[in-house]
C-alpha cells in the first residue's frame, strides 16, 4: 500500500487548507482512513478518521473546523481544514487500516504552519 499525500503549506490563522491523501496497491480491504499530526515536541494524534461507509470521528479540537470526506472511487482521503489555528501547526499524516483501531500503513506526512 502506497499513500501519496498533498496539500499542506503555510497559512495565516483563521485560514483554510485542504489536505489530500491517494492511496495505491492492496487497498480493498483498507475500510478507515484518516488523517494523523505530529507537533513539535508533542506525540502524534488522531485527527480525524473516516470509514468506507462514511462513518466519522474527529478529535475535540478540530471539531467544528475540520471535515474530513474520501472518494472511494479514486482512493483518495481529503481533509478539509478551516479556522485554523496557530496550535494545528504539525506535520500531518494520512493513514489508511482494514478497522478502526489499527494504524497499519502510513504516508510521507505533509507539513501545515499556522501563523499567528
Known amino acids: 500500500v502506497q499513500l501519496q499525500a498533498s496539500g499542506g503549506g503555510l497559512v495565516q490563522a483563521g485560514g483554510s487548507l485542504r489536505l489530500s491523501c491517494a492511496a495505491s496497491g492492496k487497498i480493498l480491504s483498507m475500510n478507515v482512513m484518516g488523517w494523523y499530526r505530529r507537533a513539535p515536541g508533542k506525540q502524534r494524534e488522531l485527527v480525524a478518521t473516516i470509514t468506507r461507509g462514511g462513518t466519522t470521528n474527529y478529535a475535540d479540537s478540530v471539531k467544528g473546523r475540520f471535515t474530513i470526506s474520501r472518494d472511494t472511487a479514486k482512493n483518495t482521503v481529503y481533509l478539509q481544514m478551516n479556522s485554523l489555528k496557530p496550535e494545528d501547526t504539525a506535520v500531518y499524516y494520512c493513514?489508511?487500516?482494514?478497522?478502526?483501531?489499527?494504524?497499519?500503513?502510513w504516508g510521507q506526512g505533509t507539513q501545515v504552519t499556522v501563523s499567528s
Open positions: 493513514n489508511v487500516s482494514p478497522v478502526i483501531g489499527r494504524t497499519d500503513y
